[in-house]
């Protein structure tokens, strides 16, 4: 209409490289003009370690990562999504574990080297089953030239089977991100063993909205950590910390090619207004 605009998103997306490449990123990049905004929400992940970055030291270098279920889901289920250097490569697979920390077994090996693959597995088990579906691209063939392995993963029983990511390769560095919660090292029973690796807070801002080379992406701070209830009851925020510190559920940069994300921050951690008497 050839009018000055401001766009705000506010979808969230868990999966994709995080790097402003993704479909939606790079539309949105190609559209923004003189006098057009677009400005989308860093995210409410801050608080999971549902990222791990690793720098492998050769082909005998493993990265292994306990991969914590989406909560209250039966088949419990979640999506992990992981992305090589450019033109690297990535090899990797499922190990199931049962709660003593015994490996009961694995699926199928998964290699972006072949190219575009969509392909699945699935274990029986005494108590249930494990199923994989995944997908592998090859670095030249995503827009940002990196090798992608993409894997939905479930089981009918999650209190006996536990889920765990391996993965591989000669010299390359790897993001990985759990889009239903964790990446932990240890079960939640609390064994853990000496190669499991947890996750950090680092990279979580969400895809949509978060990562574009041409949006704003905006976090959440603390301006309050209390508020007057009904009736004149003083209570406590659900995410308190210092004043003006991030939101600890406000997601956090960088992007995964180094530009600092959230741009700006405002007030989102528990936001006071009036309250109609009638």
């Known amino acids: 209409v050839n009018r000055p605009a401001v766009i705000n998103i506010s979808i969230g997306g868990r999966v994709g490289p995080r790097d402003g490449s993704s479909p939606i990123d790079r539309y949105i990049e190609g559209q923004v003009k003189k006098g057009h905004i677009v400005i989308g929400a860093a995210g409410n992940e801050g608080r999971l370690p549902d990222h791990l970055y690793h720098e492998f030291a050769g082909t005998s270098d493993t990265l292994r990562t306990v991969v914590q279920w989406a909560k209250g889901q039966i088949p419990a289920r979640t999506n992990i999504d992981c992305w090589s250097d450019v033109n690297g490569r990535l090899e990797g697979r ?3 574990y049962n709660n003593l920390g015994q490996r009961l077994g694995s699926l199928k090996v998964m290699n ?4 575009t693959q969509i392909d699945s597995d699935t274990l029986s088990l005494p108590e249930g089953y494990f ?22 993963v479930g089981t009918n029983n999650p209190e006996s089977y536990n889920c765990v990511l391996e993965l591989w390769s000669a010299s390359e560095h790897v993001h990985c991100w759990n889009a239903g919660e964790n990446l932990l090292d240890s079960l939640p029973n609390g064994f853990s063993l000496p190669e499991w690796t947890g996750g950090d807070t680092l990279n979580t801002i969400n895809e949509i909205g978060g990562t574009g080379k041409k949006t704003i992406t905006v976090g959440a701070y603390t301006t309050t950590n209390k508020f007057t209830w009904l009736g004149g009851v003083e209570r406590d925020i659900f995410f308190p910390t210092a004043l003006g510190d991030f939101a600890p559920f406000s997601s956090r940069g960088p992007s995964t090619d180094g530009r600092v994300k959230p741009e700006i921050m405002a007030p989102g951690n ?9």
């Open 94 to 96: 499922i190990a199931i």
């Open 112 to 115: 972006t080297q072949p190219g």
């Open 131 to 152: 199923g994989l579906i995944y997908s592998t691209v090859r670095a030249n063939q995503n827009t940002n030239r990196k090798g992608r392995i993409l894997l939905a």
């Open 270 to 278: 528990s936001i006071l207004s009036a309250l109609s008497s009638g």
